[in-house]
């Protein structure tokens, strides 16, 4: 069940990202994005990695692309006629891939041992304090670059938004 829910998840990642690179409107592009964020949350969770499934969900699927989705619509690029893309075909594709998700999700909250649970699980994969323990002992240095990176690219936003305003 977990092989054929994989490749269904695997399947449905590929064929929206290549939907979203030969999108010609900008919002359906956001939209495949969005849906291929949620594949992968999907293949999260079939590898135990449900920390890492819903920060896909929250960080990447929520925040991120609401604000792709804004400065695409504060730039007011314009969309261009594309083919018709079947999206009714794409609504039920995407409809199986969520009840799919959430079937397994449900399934795998199900089958976790009370016990290791209680005893704060032996295995940290997947889990916050796992994260937050490789993070910050074996990735220190490249989650401070990042960081920095990060900021320094708000800055340089900032700074190009304000001289737009200026002139």
Known sequence: MQLLMFILFSF??????L????SKKPVSAAMNLIFTMFCLAGIYVLLNAH???????????GAIMVLFLFVIMLLNVQEKEGRAMGSRVLAQLGGILVVGFLFILVADL????PELVRAGGEDLFG????????LFTDFLLP????SILLLAAIVGAVILAKRRIDD
């Not at 199900?110 to 041992?113: G, L, T």
Request: glycine share 6%; no cysteine.
């Open 127 to 134: 889990t916050v304090r796992g994260v937050a323990l490789v």
């Open 110 to 113: 199900a089958s976790v041992d």
């Open 12 to 17: 449905g990642a590929v064929v929206s990202a």
């Open 51 to 61: 920390l890492i499934a819903a920060l896909q969900i929250i960080v990447y699927a």
């Open 19 to 22: 939907l979203m690179v030969t």
């Open 143 to 146: 989650f401070e670059i990042a």
